[in-house]
């Protein structure tokens, strides 16, 4: 069963903005990770962010983690035309610790 | 980084026809891999845990005799489609993850666009 909703299922900007995507889950959680899918392919690893961290950089990507309020965030800062793609998080549940269980994504198109 | 091979990328086949798709890690050993579903527009769906050298995991809901998983060395998991119908036409990806703890990330193959006509 799906743990996370992203918000918002589709977001459309100009090249050069920022792009926010929410997550939210509901159980608790080991880590949470985001994944970035381009239409028909597999999934590209994009973060980890574990359960007693709150937030973390890598590039031009900022991705924040609130546990008392079970949500995370996805920023990408000056996007490109190439960050046009689903980005989903995904959840290692304490108990499972193994699998990732997956929110519905959110649908990203960066137009130049 | 670690990469995850998964083939075919694509079949199309008659009703009532079995499919293998399989999974492979390149450069590392997975004692576990995951097998997913994706619907178009939609999000992955968990159908199973492979793990090496025993039975596999199927989430609830996923008939282990239409599903048939086996995980037979550190490298390589398959997934068989049995008689497959149009209903199961579906984008299936597999992931796989380093031994180790749950907070390493998963390696995801390309994925198997499977069509039933």
Excluded at chain 2, 26 to 33: G, I, R, S
Excluded at chain 2, 43 to 52: P, Y
Excluded at chain 2, 76 to 97: G, K, N
């Amino acid at each position: 069963s799906q743990q996370g909703e992203e918000d918002p299922q589709a977001l459309s900007i100009q090249e050069g903005e920022n792009a926010t995507m929410n997550c939210s889950y509901k159980t608790s959680i080991n880590n949470l990770q985001w994944y970035r899918q381009n239409s028909g392919r597999g999934l590209v690893h994009l973060i980890l962010i574990r359960s007693n961290e709150r937030e973390k950089h890598s590039g031009r990507l900022r991705v924040t983690l609130d546990t008392s309020k079970k949500s995370s965030s996805l920023l990408i800062t000056a996007s490109r035309a190439a960050d046009t793609a689903s980005y989903f998080c995904a959840t290692v549940l304490n108990q499972a610790g193994t699998a990732l269980i997956f929110g519905k994504g959110t649908t990203l198109s960066v137009s130049s | 980084g670690a990469v995850v091979s998964q083939h075919p990328s694509r079949v199309i086949c008659k009703s009532g026809t079995s499919v293998k798709i399989e999974c492979r890690s390149l450069d590392f050993q997975a004692t576990t891999m995951f097998w997913y579903r994706q619907f178009p527009k939609q999000s992955l769906m968990l159908m199973a845990t492979s793990n090496e050298g025993s039975k596999a995991t199927y989430e609830q809901g996923v008939e282990k005799d239409k599903f048939l998983i086996n995980h037979a060395s550190l490298t390589l998991s398959t997934l068989t489609v049995t008689s497959a119908h149009p209903e199961d036409s579906s984008f299936y990806i597999c992931s796989a993850r380093e031994w180790g703890e749950p907070n390493q990330p998963q390696h995801f193959g390309d994925g198997t666009r499977l069509s039933i006509l």
